[in-house]
C-alpha cells in the first residue's frame, strides 16, 4: 500500500511540473512577428508549379546523376532498337537456302521438331533431298560439306 502512494505522489509531481495542453498557434501573430517569411509564403503560393515535361526536363537538366542515368537509357534504347531492327545472321542461315549437310545436323532438326512436330521435321528432311538430288553432289561431297 505504501508503494501505490509512492508511486502516485511521484505521477501527481510529473504532471504538476510538465504542462500537457496543447499548444496553439496564433497566425496573426506569427505574421506580425516574422513578415519576411510570410511574404516568402505569399510569393510561393502565387508561382506556378514545375509539373509536366517542362518540369522533368528541368530536373533531368539541373542534376548531373540524372543527366547521365538519361544518357544511359537513351544508349540502350538506340542499341536495343539496332539489335532489334538491324540485320540479322549474315551467310546462309539469312537468305534462306542451307545446305542439305547444314538441314540434317541434329541441331537444325531439332529447331524443325519444335517448330512445327513431325510433320516439318518430314518436310525439312524432304527438301534436303530434293536438293541433293538435283545437283549432282556425291557421298563425298556430302561428307567434305559436313566437316566444314
Known amino acids: 500500500m505504501n508503494e501505490q502512494k509512492d508511486e502516485k505522489w511521484l505521477d501527481k509531481l510529473i504532471a504538476e ?3 500537457t495542453s496543447e499548444p496553439r498557434f496564433d497566425a496573426e501573430k506569427w505574421k506580425q512577428k516574422h513578415p519576411t517569411e ?3 509564403l505569399v510569393n510561393r503560393r502565387l508561382q506556378r508549379p514545375s509539373t509536366g515535361p517542362l518540369g ?3 530536373l533531368v537538366i539541373s542534376y548531373r546523376i540524372t543527366q547521365v542515368a538519361a544518357a544511359a537509357a537513351i544508349m540502350i534504347t538506340i542499341g536495343l532498337l539496332i539489335a532489334y531492327l538491324g540485320p540479322g545472321e549474315q551467310g546462309s542461315a539469312s537468305s534462306g537456302v ?3 549437310a547444314e538441314m540434317v545436323t541434329s541441331a537444325s532438326l ?3 521438331y519444335n517448330r512445327g512436330g513431325m510433320e516439318a521435321l518430314e518436310e525439312q528432311c524432304d527438301r ?3 536438293i541433293l538430288g538435283q545437283g549432282s553432289l556425291s557421298m ?3 561428307f567434305e560439306d559436313l566437316n566444314g
Open 110 to 112: 531439332r529447331m524443325a
Open 128 to 130: 534436303a533431298a530434293r
Open 140 to 142: 563425298s561431297d556430302l
Open 38 to 40: 510570410f511574404q516568402t
Open 56 to 58: 522533368l526536363l528541368r
Open 17 to 19: 511540473s510538465i504542462d
Open 98 to 100: 542451307k545446305s542439305p
